[in-house]
């Protein structure tokens, strides 16, 4: 139909200005995207793949983003009583007090010698684990000491709060052992979570939605993806809920059905393809139901059958 090729020709204007022209960037200097799908390939370890649609030009292009530097987050937990030094104790009462008084420098004081203490006191630990980070070839770490509140049912684990140890290092690295486990070090937690789980959680991104994303970066390289558009952020902090309250609506999305019909080689005894038909809606709406008028019919719905010749 009229409307039909007209929308089709307004997406591929859209495309071809996505693929040529900047960013097509809200007035805050940001990328709204919309997610519909995610993944973490194996050959890119340490680099999540976002999938969704970014509007251009009053429609929707498809678009890849690729979320690079992730890193591995560890707890790491102590031996119990280890870190419950009587200097620890009181730095820490010291910074509690602080907090919420209004003096900004006495807070930061405050801080760092609660951190001076609780780096004397794990001195032990942290060598412990910078050996096995050497054993599997991680060269580079941060550590930081925070309070964490387990109530499961590990019996190597310390129930209640306590101070445990955050450990980040490349998700292009290999794990620790989720075994791990020394004379100062209970156990390790999260070590073998991945990096797409990390990023999800960490960004609270639950299901598609609309993202808001800073500082993207076109790639204008080889393409690593079927998309219309390919953008790689540098940082998971790039990747923001939108904020509450917007009535953005989700974008149409194009839908496929694939048919397959196989035959026994008699040859090899296996089944090959023999006819692959595919039916594809252009539009289909996400956000509410998309009503049978609009797409059953021979103008709106496209549809291929692939036929192959048989051998022998």
């Not at 991945?194 to 500082?215: F, I, Q, Y």
Request: neutral net charge; glycine residues 6%; contains cysteine.
């Amino acid at each position: 139909s009229a409307a039909a090729a007209t929308e089709e020709a307004r997406v591929e204007a859209a495309s071809a200005a996505a693929a040529s022209n900047d960013l097509p960037l809200d007035a805050d200097g940001m990328l709204p995207f919309y997610l519909v799908d995610v993944t973490e390939e194996i050959f890119a370890r340490g680099t999540v793949f976002l999938f969704g649609k970014v509007p251009v030009q009053r429609t929707y292009v498809s678009c890849c983003v690729r979320v690079t530097n992730l890193q591995r987050c560890v707890f790491v937990i102590p031996r119990a009583g280890m870190l419950d030094t009587s200097e620890v104790a009181a730095a820490h009462a010291v910074h509690e007090a602080c907090i919420g008084g209004g003096d900004e420098a006495a807070t930061k004081a405050a801080k760092r010698e609660l951190n001076m203490a609780l780096h004397q006191a794990s001195g032990a630990l942290k060598t412990e684990l910078r050996e096995a980070l050497s054993k599997i070839g991680v060269a580079e770490h941060k550590l930081k000491f925070v309070r964490r509140t387990y109530c499961l049912d590990r019996a190597d684990i310390p129930v209640g709060e306590q101070w445990v140890v955050k450990l980040t290092y490349g998700a292009n690295k290999a794990p620790l052992p989720s075994d791990l486990s020394s004379e100062h070090i209970a156990a390790a937690l999260g070590t073998h979570t991945t990096a797409l789980e990390n990023l999800l959680v960490k960004r609270k991104v639950m299901g598609p939605s609309w993202l808001m994303l800073k500082n993207a970066q076109k790639n204008n390289g080889a393409p690593i993806s079927w998309c219309s558009l390919e953008v790689t952020l540098g940082d998971k902090k790039d990747v923001c809920l939108e904020a509450s309250g917007s009535n953005r609506q989700a974008p149409p999305l194009v839908v496929a059905s694939i048919s397959l019909r196989t035959v026994v080689n008699r040859s090899s005894n296996i089944n090959e393809i023999a006819v692959a038909s595919i039916i594809t809606a252009p539009s289909v709406r996400c956000h509410a139901p998309t009503q049978q008028a609009e797409w059953n019919t021979l103008s709106y719905l496209q549809q291929v059958t692939l036929v192959r010749r048989l051998d022998g």
